[in-house]
């Protein structure tokens, strides 16, 4: 078999993935503009964008196509993650009559920013935490509130700007400064197992904390018995795919590993990453959410036991997906 046809063969499972997830992402949109009263007409013609984007998302979670882009020069694949950006938002914001050029040129600077980041910059401790902590700033600030204006109540773009920055600095961590982290999306039957051992372990420790800090009481989601389960399902994928994905990836895979080496001690990266995920958390719903940061701080110590044991991502997503979608259904 020649070489191009053996890559073509690889990316083999990407492609049946994409298909999968796009047809499932088109259900999703239709079932939720009906749920929202959003036009139609609206919400197909941003799904082309969404679907796109889903394209780029998905591709580093692949190591086939880790391995065939990570063949390109380093430059060039910067200004590849880069083109990738904007694209998404300039056919969103076309077909929505909202395109500003502003905005498409601002977004370009920052997705440049991360891309190139380690073609100009030699890896080392400083380097690093400097780009987690730009990466985080972006991410928790509200520029894609302003780049990606609801066009109506109930279609949040601003979701195709959280998910380009979390494809374009994820990718240029992974390939461009090459950080080994057992990135993916489909967690296997060990990672399961220890990932949902560790949730359980966290359960009492997370229910004793949250009462003696009266964070968070018992109250279930109101709903339809019957919505109950789909919620459910809907919610620890969510969690698993976007939220824990990026998460995990940064403050176990990236920051707990890069402070256990330089600490050279394992258990003081683990304590360290920790203490900051905690602290990341501290501006959710207002600042400072110290409550949120204790209990988050906490949480982390499972999320990199599972990390250590597996040196594997999937793993803290596991925990961390049962985690949040418990929370969000059993408590408030």
Not at 21 to 29: D, E, F, G, K, V
Not at 180 to 188: D, I, M, T, V, Y
Not at 218 to 238: C, D, E, Q, R, S
Not at 286 to 304: D, E, L, T
Request: with cysteine; charged share 10%; net charge positive.
């Amino acid at each position: 078999m020649k070489p191009m046809q053996k890559r073509r063969g690889a990316w083999t499972g990407y492609f049946i993935a994409l298909l999968a997830a796009a047809m499932l992402a088109s259900i999703a949109a239709y079932l939720y503009s009906r749920e929202k009263n959003i036009p139609l007409g609206m919400a197909l013609g941003v799904l082309p964008a969404f679907l796109l984007e889903l394209a780029f998302y998905m591709a580093p979670g692949f190591a086939a196509v880790r391995r065939s882009l990570g063949r390109l020069p380093d430059a060039i694949l910067a200004l590849a993650l880069t083109v990738t950006a904007v694209v998404p938002y300039a056919l969103a914001t076309t077909r929505l009559g909202t395109f500003r050029v502003t905005a498409l040129l601002a977004l370009a600077s920052l997705a440049a920013l991360a891309a190139f980041w380690y073609v100009a910059l030699r890896p080392n401790l400083f380097v690093d935490l400097l780009f987690l902590g730009m990466a985080a700033a972006v991410f928790l600030s509200p520029l894609f509130r302003m780049f990606y204006p609801e066009p109506v109540r109930g279609l949040p773009l601003l979701i195709l700007g959280r998910l380009m920055w979390i494809h374009v600095t994820v990718t240029a961590a992974l390939l461009l400064r090459r950080i080994e982290a057992g990135f993916g999306f489909l967690p296997s039957a060990e990672e399961w197992r220890i990932g949902m051992v560790l949730f359980l372990c966290f359960v009492p420790v997370g229910v004793v904390l949250a009462a003696l800090l009266h964070f968070a009481r018992f109250h279930p989601l109101a709903v339809v018995w019957w919505k109950m389960p789909l919620i459910a399902a809907g919610t620890f994928m969510g969690v698993l795919w976007v939220l824990a994905l990026a998460e995990e990836f940064f403050f176990r895979g990236f920051l707990q590993q890069t402070l256990a080496r330089c600490l050279h001690s394992g258990v003081a990266g683990l304590v360290g990453a920790s203490v900051l995920f905690g602290a990341a958390h501290l501006p959710f719903q207002h600042f400072p959410n110290w409550r949120f940061a204790i209990v988050a701080g906490v949480a982390g110590i499972f999320y990199g036991i599972g990390f250590m044991k597996t040196r594997s991502i999937r793993t803290s997503m596991v925990t961390h997906a049962f985690v949040v979608t418990a929370w969000k259904l059993l408590f408030s």
